[in-house]
């Protein structure tokens, strides 16, 4: 798919999908697993959707290289739809759409109207969730904006493009601009193409997992590459051993941490690690995603800060996406921004860029009040004598380094974890817990 990286004017512009497939021995099933379940790469459910109604009306054609045989493009070719769509015609609009399944099933219309539309598509547009797919680009453009701290208004699309910077950009780095945001379809998938973008130029050398990650995020670092060394307790004494490490001649590609940590919310010592860092020329990739950049300034102690926007950015549960920024003023700031001219592709589906820009229209008001519900939660808990221990930022050990990279009218965050004195008490405590109950956090709900 191809859609330009500035604004679209045209309001017809026209999407050009491409589905491609990777064919593999039955032997390397479980290579090919390992990517599908860690990289965080992948189509999304709403391309897949649309993709599916375009092969149905048979309006994706196979492309081949010069030795692909005639016999293969044939077979290959679906043969659903009328015979004008299957002939050169390679891009379409979605709104032009029209989609006519069997007569023994109901007859679904994507069109512009509101007459015959899809139930969902109905409930979507009827909230305003669902903008023209021609505004996907500009939509991209709002989010680079919003993510960098350039734009915190609750306006709408068109609004925001007109408006000039924040009179007080939320991550105050000088250098720092929207080009320096790229955005991918999930958070994994920008730690995933991080960790291979500084292995291109920085060669094979093993990373340092500090802290207790996303499992994702360690299963990267170990299995892409020559591994990592996993501090899991992210302690003063990990870091102690690290410099040991280095000062002996040990060389690292990067340290990865993620502010705060999860499920403890423990802050690492981010000013030592920069300064371990600088002396011994190790890269610092940051996960912001539970701190959040309206409550913490981690960039200046990163080279890079990757967050998942499925999260708190987007706050509705309805659409993945992930970021990374990089830090102007890193030492490895030209080499990074050399390998993503050659490297870099935006695989962020145009539907998925829309419904992630409306949802985080409100992300600085709806950060506000998660900070006041979740801090008003922890002190009703650590109230509580059925309550061992609450994990918060503002009630660790760890505070002083979240502090340390806290913003003015920052707070602590949306997540926090409990322990109870005992199993029957934890039990009792989640199935009376009257909220919704799923693996996931940053929702603009209470989820457990």
Same mark, same amino acid.
């Given at each position: 798919?191809?859609?330009?990286?500035?604004?679209?004017?045209? $309001?017809?512009?026209?999407?050009?999908?491409?589905?491609?497939?990777?064919?593999?021995?039955?032997?390397?099933?479980?290579?090919?697993?390992?990517?599908?379940?860690?990289?965080?790469?992948?189509?999304?459910?709403?391309?897949?959707?649309?993709?599916? *109604?375009?092969?149905?009306?048979?309006?994706?054609?196979?492309?081949?290289?010069?030795?692909?045989?005639?016999?293969?493009?044939?077979?290959?070719?679906?043969? *659903?739809?009328?015979?004008?769509?299957?002939?050169?015609?390679?891009?379409?609009?979605?709104?032009?759409?029209?989609?006519?399944?069997?007569?023994?099933?109901?007859?679904?219309?994507?069109?512009?109207?509101?007459?015959?539309?899809?139930?969902?598509?109905?409930?979507?547009?009827?909230?305003?969730?669902?903008?023209?797919?021609?505004?996907?680009?500009?939509?991209?453009?709002?989010?680079?904006?919003?993510?960098?701290?350039?734009?915190?208004?609750?306006?709408?699309?068109?609004?925001?493009?007109?408006?000039?910077?924040?009179?007080?950009?939320?991550?105050?780095? $000088?250098?720092?601009?929207?080009?320096?945001?790229?955005?991918?379809?999930?958070?994994?998938?920008?730690?995933?193409?991080?960790?291979?973008?500084?292995?291109?130029?920085?060669?094979?050398? $093993?990373?340092?997992?500090?802290?207790?990650?996303?499992?994702?995020?360690?299963?990267?670092?170990?299995?892409?590459?020559?591994?990592?060394?996993?501090?899991?307790?992210?302690?003063?004494?990990?870091?102690?051993?690290?410099?040991?490490?280095?000062?002996?001649?040990?060389?690292?590609?990067?340290?990865?941490?993620?502010?705060?940590?999860?499920?403890?919310? $423990?802050?690492?010592?981010?000013?030592?690690?920069?300064?371990?860092?600088?002396?011994?020329?190790?890269?610092?990739?940051?996960?912001?995603?539970?701190?959040?950049?309206?409550?913490?300034?981690?960039?200046?102690?990163?080279?890079?800060?990757?967050?998942?926007?499925?999260?708190?950015?987007?706050?509705?549960?309805?659409?993945?996406?992930?970021?990374?920024?990089?830090?102007?003023?890193?030492?490895?700031?030209?080499?990074?921004? *050399?390998?993503?001219?050659?490297?870099?592709?935006?695989?962020?589906?145009?539907?998925?860029?829309?419904?992630?820009?409306?949802?985080?229209?409100?992300?600085?008001?709806?950060?506000?009040?998660?900070?006041?519900?979740?801090?008003?939660?922890?002190?009703?808990?650590?109230?509580?004598?059925?309550?061992?221990?609450?994990?918060?930022?503002?009630?660790?050990?760890?505070?002083?380094?979240?502090?340390?990279?806290?913003?003015?009218?920052?707070?602590?965050?949306?997540?926090?974890?409990?322990?109870?004195?005992?199993?029957?008490?934890?039990?009792?405590?989640?199935?009376?817990?009257?909220?919704?109950?799923?693996?996931?956090?940053?929702?603009?709900?209470?989820?457990?």
């Amino acid at each position: 798919m191809g859609i330009p990286n500035g604004r679209i004017k045209d $309001k017809e512009a026209k999407l050009k999908p491409v589905v491609s497939a990777v064919l593999f021995p039955r032997t390397h099933h479980a290579v090919a697993k390992t990517f599908w379940q860690h990289s965080g790469e992948g189509i999304s459910s709403r391309r897949a959707e649309f993709f599916h *109604k375009a092969f149905d009306d048979g309006l994706l054609l196979v492309t081949a290289d010069e030795n692909t045989e005639p016999s293969v493009v044939s077979s290959l070719m679906p043969g *659903k739809g009328p015979r004008r769509y299957q002939m050169g015609r390679s891009s379409y609009s979605p709104h032009q759409i029209q989609h006519h399944r069997d007569k023994d099933q109901s007859i679904v219309k994507v069109t512009a109207g509101a007459e015959g539309k899809e139930y969902v598509q109905f409930v979507e547009e009827r909230f305003g969730r669902n903008l023209d797919m021609s505004l996907a680009a500009n939509a991209k453009l709002a989010i680079r904006r919003r993510i960098v701290g350039a734009l915190t208004a609750d306006v709408e699309l068109h609004e925001a493009l007109q408006m000039t910077k924040a009179s007080a950009m939320m991550r105050h780095l $000088k250098g720092l601009s929207e080009n320096d945001v790229y955005l991918y379809p999930a958070g994994m998938s920008a730690l995933f193409n991080l960790h291979r973008t500084m292995m291109i130029f920085r060669g094979d050398l $093993k990373s340092v997992c500090y802290g207790f990650p996303y499992i994702d995020t360690l299963k990267i670092l170990e299995k892409w590459g020559p591994g990592c060394l996993f501090y899991g307790h992210g302690s003063s004494a990990d870091l102690d051993d690290l410099e040991q490490r280095c000062k002996s001649g040990e060389r690292f590609l990067a340290l990865f941490c993620e502010f705060p940590g999860n499920p403890l919310l $423990k802050s690492p010592d981010l000013r030592r690690i920069r300064s371990l860092a600088d002396r011994f020329g190790f890269a610092v990739i940051i996960d912001e995603t539970i701190g959040n950049f309206l409550n913490v300034h981690v960039l200046p102690f990163a080279d890079v800060v990757v967050s998942s926007l499925t999260k708190v950015f987007s706050g509705d549960s309805n659409v993945m996406g992930g970021s990374a920024i990089l830090n102007p003023q890193g030492f490895y700031y030209q080499q990074i921004r *050399k390998i993503m001219v050659e490297e870099y592709e935006d695989n962020l589906w145009a539907e998925d860029a829309i419904f992630l820009e409306r949802n985080s229209r409100d992300f600085v008001s709806r950060i506000e009040r998660i900070n006041l519900n979740a801090e008003a939660i922890c002190l009703t808990l650590r109230a509580s004598s059925a309550v061992k221990a609450v994990y918060y930022p503002k009630f660790n050990p760890s505070r002083p380094f979240y502090d340390n990279c806290r913003n003015p009218n920052g707070g602590y965050g949306g997540l926090l974890s409990v322990t109870f004195h005992s199993t029957a008490e934890a039990v009792t405590f989640f199935d009376h817990l009257e909220t919704a109950k799923g693996p996931s956090l940053g929702t603009n709900f209470t989820i457990r």
